[in-house]
């Protein structure tokens, strides 16, 4: 299946009914797809293009029109450059500089009479707002130097052999996540884009829960430059799960030992955020704007991030690319599991039900490691990181187990994300790409001076220096063990009716917003560095990151 890949997903009906399929290019020209706000991390990040905007030798250069006004055109070899001619006034002279990363797509346009002479094309590239945000625009350029259509030989040439631009995609779409609007998105705000930077799509959509992770484990994906998921951070965990899986298996890695060398994937994953949270979108893209994440797709830049891999007594659970979470964190997960009917709303609805809701207290043994080498939290540590090898990185940098004693062996909630929260001086900035993260520990904290810390670290906000009674975080954290403690003797129907429903909790995590069953809670939580390279990650600019732009 390829060219749109859409005709064995979607009915006839579906496809008449968008009609920006059939006319694509402009409707996208003038599209500002809907922003929505993340409930995790998309105001945090601060991403920086990195790429190089010196323009380097000029190709072709001559006089254009557009919008009637009398412009230069320079074709370079890093990117297009449009000026305003000589004569104008300096104060309004105007350049635009693009590189040609961010140019989708040239196109000539039509004429409308055998007279008209002039070549006139269409030049469709990405405007950057702020706040990470990116927009398709179009410029209409009209030929009179006499270049015709070399111009636009060169430009397509540029733009479609920037590295990394991906020419086939596999695209998952989960058509109950979020608002359970994943096709809908897809057909109208993704395919149209996608169709219009000639980029080939294979789509398919899950039928039942955990398809994902079957896909995942089971599809070749060697055919394609990426993988593109259309849900939320539950249905990213289930294909990168499967895919890691059939990666290992592949490499020959004994993927149940805790100690094992994970092999890493090497095709990109982007996820347009159609689902509830939408974390890791929020995370890599700097927005959950679904137009933007398209685009970053497009541009085809991106970069590793981190995930943690959970295994108990040498038997691998799962991976988890978001959050791990235990105690009360898995109990407030499977309240909204259970109220999934309730679509988005049930996020909110079941962290209300947990302000009101005694925290059950459990017993374990937490231990750690740390990450030795690190001087500072600087987010500039990354970048010089980033220059080692990977698989460099994670050998010989961590401390020795170290065992927490502040709380008797008495929690409330152990929570890790995936990430890591770089203290700048006004706030934080929240980066999926470094080499450490904190570990949280909830032995008792109220739940709403909880859930302020939490959404204060979810939204960059800067945390205050004192953190809540009974919550401790630690940082540069990179593996963490935790050991149940229960009374042997004791057996579900030995205890009360209370004690055995907590007994069953026990036995429930939180990975990246979805429930997952251990049979035995002994867990061992690792960081793997710099692991699924993600569309839409831009590396952090020391500078600007510094000082706040
Ligand atoms: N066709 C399907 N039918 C039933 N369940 C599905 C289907 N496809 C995926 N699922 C389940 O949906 C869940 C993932 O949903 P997804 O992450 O896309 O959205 P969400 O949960 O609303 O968003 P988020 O995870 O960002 O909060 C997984 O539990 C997965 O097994």
């Known amino acids: 299946m390829s060219g749109t890949g859409l ?14 399929l059939v006319d694509c290019r402009q409707e996208n020209s003038n599209t ?11 105001t945090t990040v601060d991403f920086h293009f990195e790429e190089d905007y010196s323009e380097g030798e000029t190709i072709l250069d001559g006089n254009v029109t557009v919008s009637g006004k009398e412009r230069h055109l ?47 094309f269409l030049l469709h590239h990405i405007n950057r707002r702020s706040n990470s945000v990116l927009r398709l625009e179009t410029v209409k350029i009209e030929d009179f130097g ?23 995609l596999f695209v998952l779409i989960n058509p109950i996540g979020g608002a359970g609007k994943g096709r809908q998105i897809y057909l109208k ?73 994970f092999a890493k994937p090497n095709i990109p994953i982007g996820i347009i955020p159609a689902g509830t949270g939408n974390g890791v979108s929020g995370w890599v893209n700097g927005t959950i704007d679904i137009e933007t994440a398209v685009l970053n797709i497009i541009r085809g830049e991106n970069r590793r991030a981190e995930i943690f891999t959970v295994h108990s007594r040498e038997k691998f659970v799962c991976i988890s690319a978001l959050v791990f979470g235990y105690g009360m964190f898995s109990d407030m997960i499977k309240r909204t599991d259970e109220l999934r009917w309730m679509k988005k ?50 050998q010989n940098h961590n401390s020795d187990w170290i065992t927490y004693t502040k709380s008797n062996n008495r929690y409330c909630g152990i929570f890790s994300f995936a990430c890591d929260a770089v203290d700048l001086e006004d706030r934080c900035v929240i980066n999926p790409f470094g080499s450490h993260v904190q570990l949280g520990i909830d032995t008792g904290c109220g739940q709403i001076a909880l859930l302020k810390s939490l959404i204060k670290f979810s939204t960059g906000k800067k945390a205050p220096s004192t953190t809540p009674q009974n919550l401790d975080f630690i940082s540069n954290v990179t593996a963490f063990r935790i050991k149940l403690l229960r009374d042997d003797t004791e057996t579900d129907d030995s205890v009360s009716g209370a004690r055995a429903k907590a007994r069953e909790l026990e036995n429930l995590l939180d990975i ?6 251990v049979e035995n809670p002994e867990m061992e939580v690792r960081l793997h560095v710099s692991f699924v390279p993600l569309y839409g990650c831009i590396r952090m600019n020391r500078t600007e990151v510094a000082n706040g732009k």
């Open 7 to 20: 005709e064995t997903v979607f009915t006839e009906d579906e496809l008449a009914s968008s009609t920006d």
């Open 32 to 42: 500002q797809s809907g922003s929505t706000t993340a409930s995790l991390g998309h």
């Open 74 to 120: 320079q074709l370079k070899s890093k990117g297009l450059k449009l000026t305003s001619c000589k004569s104008e006034k300096k104060d309004k002279q105007e350049v635009l500089f693009l590189v040609w990363r961010d140019i989708i797509q040239v196109e000539k346009e039509s004429k409308d009479s055998e007279q008209q002479e002039q070549t006139t």
């Open 146 to 168: 006499g270049h015709g259509e070399k111009w636009i030989n060169i430009i397509y040439d540029q733009c479609h052999k920037v590295r990394g631009r991906p020419h086939k």
């Open 189 to 261: 705000s993704v395919a149209p884009l996608l169709a219009l930077a000639e980029i080939q799509t294979t789509v398919l959509t899950t039928e039942k829960s955990k398809h994902a992770l079957e896909i995942g484990e089971t599809h070749d994906f060697s055919l394609y430059d990426g993988i593109v998921i259309v849900g939320g951070d539950g249905l990213y965990q289930e294909l990168l799960q499967g895919y890691t899986i059939q990666i290992q298996k592949r490499s020959g890695v004994n993927y149940h030992s805790s100690e094992a060398e």
């Open 345 to 394: 709303a049930r996020y909110p609805y079941a962290a209300a039900v947990t302000l009101f809701k005694k925290k059950r207290v459990f017993k374990c043994e937490l231990t750690y490691r740390l990450r030795k080498d690190l001087t500072s939290t600087d987010p500039c540590n990354n970048s010089t990181e980033n220059k080692l090898d990977p698989d460099k990185q994670e």
């Open 512 to 517: 990246d917003g979805e429930v997952v069953y």
